[in-house]
């Protein structure tokens, strides 16, 4: 898979944590962190991290904080 590719699908996991159980939406972020760690954005794969974990407390606005800075992140890669 290229990049290109690689980042749509990050994209498209990120956009798909919008609905769902917390559990699907933590295994989604959980998904993006093992990507972004694969294509060697170790910064990134942190920030997922610390996304999941707000998520896991249930600090909803840090959660939604930390999604917003990965897709914009992300989403400059292309």
Known sequence: MSDTSSID????????TDVGSLDAIAEKMQQVQRDLE?????????????ALTALRRG???????GRAFLQSKIGHLR
Not at 9 to 16: E, F, K, S
Not at 38 to 50: D, K, Q, T, V
Request: aromatic residues 4%; charged residues 20%.
């Open 9 to 16: 699908v990050l994209l498209a996991t990120l956009n798909a």
């Open 59 to 65: 600090d909803v606005a840090e959660w939604k904080r």
């Open 38 to 50: 694969s294509l060697g954005r170790a910064e990134l794969a942190g920030a997922a991290a610390g």
